[in-house]
């Protein structure tokens, strides 16, 4: 007999474009869990109505972040990858948990102070009660597992506490989900002006899509922020301090990362200084060339930067085609799917029949817990 798999679940909102930061800090994993775990995967279209004050673009989000997360390597036929709303033991169990949930915990959780601040114009009750429907979502497959960063963590503590309350209250149903991480540490992929993580939503310039086309990936790569560095003239032997430059890599009256600086003659060595660490614009560089580019072309450009000889404008343009070749397979498979009505359509209806097969079961012993079993 096969051993039972631990339970994996996991939601994905519908919301903005996914990007480089989603692909290497979830997807990926989601991919490497299809056959050691029985996943769950939810794109979770019924949170997103708490921030959506309008829905004529949801069913393109919906479908594009289907496509994407396909395209990027997870099976369908090997997991339950559904849409929220079409399950709806999930609002059930919802319902029933929000007798166990109570205001003035709900008003503390600081994701809701964040919304409140964000939407002062909106703060609905699903706002409120966002915490109950995670706990839904996972308990409705007695998952233990749930892939979640540092920010979540709360609402996962949230989620045991109903686990506790309903099982103390009730009887044992629900197992106690815990925060988890499949293989090495997640990698928390740093936005290309420095500030931040890459973002859904927020500083678009600034975050590689995994829907950018070739031509917006490379602009985006060439107005990435680096640092000259230390930086010595070649021909007066001059040490000059460092700046941070933008656009363009173009230090004061100069041209760009090509190795000139001040409009003088002479090769500018840009690079390591003894006692000086490396920037944190550059570290950021060299972290996105390590995700999309072979080993030896990093350890071509550390070489550089150690010999303080590195040219930042050919390393943009490395780290562009680098990007280039990983994204546009992607994106070109995503399109594919998206245009392909029949087959999404078959993939929602059959991970819907999934995820309700289990969540049946659950809300079968729900029920019987509670005593809402009348005939």
Do not use: W
Request: aromatic content about 8%; hydrophobic content about 40%.
């Amino acid at each position: 007999m096969e051993k039972k798999k631990d339970i994996v679940m996991s939601g994905i909102r519908p919301t903005g474009f996914l990007h480089l930061g989603n692909y290497f800090g979830a997807v990926r994993n989601y991919v490497r869990m299809q056959d050691a775990y029985t996943c769950y995967f939810m794109v979770a279209d019924l949170h997103a109505l708490t921030t959506l004050n309008e829905t004529r673009e949801l069913k393109g989000h919906v479908r594009r972040v289907m496509a994407e997360n396909i395209a990027s390597g997870l099976d369908p036929e090997r997991v339950a990858f559904y849409c929220q709303s079409h399950v709806p033991e999930t609002s059930e169990l919802y319902l029933l948990l929000n007798m166990l949930a109570y205001v003035g915990e709900l008003e503390k959780t600081p994701t809701f102070k964040e919304k409140v601040r964000l939407q002062p114009q909106n703060v609905n009750a699903g706002l409120l009660t966002y915490p109950v429907l995670q706990a839904a979502d996972i308990l409705l497959h007695r998952a233990t597992l749930v892939p979640v960063g540092k920010d979540q963590e709360q609402h996962l503590e949230i989620a045991r506490n109903y686990v506790n309350r309903f099982n103390g209250r009730y009887g044992e149903v629900f197992p106690e989900p815990y925060a988890f991480n499949f293989g090495e540490a997640l990698i928390k992929v740093p936005s290309l002006d420095g500030a931040g993580k890459m973002s859904k939503s927020e500083n678009q310039m600034a975050t590689i899509y995994l829907a950018d086309d070739d031509a917006t990936i490379r602009k985006k790569i060439a107005k990435a922020k680096t640092d000259s560095g230390p930086a010595v003239s070649g021909a007066s032997g001059v040490v000059q301090p460092g700046g941070e430059s933008g656009a363009s890599g173009v230090q004061s009256g100069g041209e760009s990362g090509a190795g000139r600086s001040g409009g003088k003659s002479g090769a500018v060595q840009r690079g390591m200084m003894p006692g000086i660490p490396m920037s944190e614009s550059v570290a950021n560089l060299f972290l996105l060339l390590r995700l999309v580019s072979s080993e030896d072309v990093v350890q071509k450009f550390s070489a550089d930067y150690e010999a303080g000889t590195i040219r930042y404008g050919d390393m943009k343009k490395e780290l562009a085609e680098g990007m280039v070749r990983f994204v546009a397979p992607i994106r070109e498979k995503a399109e594919a799917i998206q245009n392909d009505d029949a087959y999404l359509r078959r993939v929602m209806e059959e991970g819907a029949a999934k995820a309700r097969s289990s969540a049946k079961v659950t809300i079968g012993l729900v029920k019987d817990a509670i005593g809402l079993n009348y005939y």
